[in-house]
């Protein structure tokens, strides 16, 4: 399995990885929250694309990337019993923390019509098991039956890329990439943006 996002998340180390998710957490203006010892933070762009982390107190993290465009939005079509099987292979301790739990802005659930269970949505299902990170089993599965780019449709790739996993993560950079994009009307708002940038990394070390 070869994705350039992919193989730089696998080598940044895990403090990094949750420093990064608690810096766009705070950049999406999204409140963390503590999920059954887990700690939760997610980043989402305003238009249902996001990623949602839950880092669990024992070194492993449940990861959630989401895009309402792609064929992996399973909640478009209602489907809970697809849904659910994108969680096999992940350990039962981390599929708890979105199983029958209350819906937010970034995972809105499934129901099970039978049973009236309910799963958080997701069109990425990925894990870390304290040493390496895992495509949940079934997911990888379908996507290679489907023929379905696995990290291009389930949001992977565009939800993780503000992330800059592999690359320069730092208010300078943020900066200078918006600058490209024709972000700033002058100096002075760049400047303005960039101290505010400075300390919300400060707050996260």
Not at 7 to 14: E, R, V, Y
Not at 129 to 148: F, I, K, N, P
Request: proline fraction near 3%; charge should be negative.
């Amino acid at each position: 399995m070869s994705n350039a996002m992919w193989d730089a998340l696998a080598a940044t180390p895990l403090p990094e990885v949750r420093r990064r998710a608690a810096v766009m957490d705070d950049l999406a203006e999204v409140k963390p929250v503590t999920v059954a010892g887990a700690r939760r933070l997610a980043w989402n762009d305003s238009g249902g694309q996001s990623a949602v982390w839950y880092f669990a107190e024992d070194g492993r993290v449940l990861l959630l990337t989401f895009d309402h465009e792609s064929d992996l939005n399973l909640y478009a079509e209602e489907d809970f019993a697809l849904q659910e099987s994108f969680y096999e292979g992940v350990p039962g301790s981390l599929v708890a923390l979105v199983r029958d739990r209350p819906e937010n802005y970034e995972s809105l659930n499934l129901t099970d019509s039978a049973t009236g269970r309910t799963i958080h949505y997701a069109g990425g299902v990925f894990w870390y098991d304290g040493t390496r990170w895992h495509v949940s089993d079934a997911l990888a599965e379908y996507c290679r039956r489907e023929d379905t780019d696995l990290f291009g449709e389930s949001g992977f790739d565009y939800c993780l890329g503000g992330y800059r996993f592999g690359q320069d993560f730092t208010p300078e950079t943020i900066v200078a990439l918006r600058d490209e994009d024709g972000r700033y009307e002058d100096e002075k708002e760049k400047e303005a943006e960039l101290a505010g940038l400075r300390e919300v990394f400060a707050r996260h070390g």
